[in-house]
């Protein structure tokens, strides 16, 4: 993979990108949570928490490619190769803050409203996707402060 491919004026992409990435993926998961527990929130956010849920799908892997080039023109160095495994768990807990988000929308817009049921369960969904995301998320940023700043 080419590093020009992932720089802008000469410096690496990766580093610009992953602030998009580490400030929508909290406010995304924040607003898939408020969205799934009160209704006038869902219906004020509409169609704006599914297409924060893809702009951050389609961000993660863009983030990771831009990654793996850095690390390459880095090395094998364990904290960077740590911090880029932990980064390759991100995008399944974005997929289902996407797939969570969109059924959510798609349910209360198109459905004849949820039953009991099915609203305790996309609220479960949606607690545990967004959760997980910002954990992750988290956990990805402190490894890759260590990589670049040691400790």
Known sequence: MSMDLFEIAGLPVHPLIVHAVVILVPLTALALILGALFPAARKRLGIV???AALIV???VPITMLAGEALAQSVG????VVHHADLGGLLWPWTLAMFVVATLQWCWHRFGDGPGRTTRVILAVLAVVSGAGSTVMVVLIGEAGARAVWGG
């Open 57 to 59: 799908l389609v961000l």
């Open 76 to 79: 094998p160095v364990p904290a």
């Open 49 to 51: 928490t599914p297409i």
